[in-house]
């Protein structure tokens, strides 16, 4: 793990954006991660409360941890707006 990249064990539910929202900090600056429903399950229609959402998403934090660490790592991101979507892990 890169000690330059923290993940407070923080999570929410956007249901506007139909994501899971969670921060992210690289070197001191703050940056939001989201991953779409869509991609965090083959089977979206599944999953229609927050809590087996976020329960889902737990079960699968350190693989996205992970993958957000790739995308900072190649610069795979909204730098200016410190914004990470997670399109595919």
């Known amino acids: 793990m890169n000690q330059s990249i923290l993940f407070p064990d923080t999570q929410s539910w956007d249901s506007q954006k139909q994501a899971v929202v969670f921060p992210v900090q690289v070197q001191g600056a ?28 737990d079960s699968l934090r350190f693989e996205l941890e992970d993958r957000v660490e790739e995308l900072i790592e190649t610069l795979d991101y909204d730098e200016p707006s410190g914004v990470i979507e997670i399109r595919s892990f």
Do not use: W
């Open 30 to 57: 703050n940056l939001t991660c989201f991953i779409p429903l869509s991609v965090l399950t083959d089977e979206p229609s599944k999953f229609n409360n927050e809590a087996d959402i976020l329960s889902m998403f």
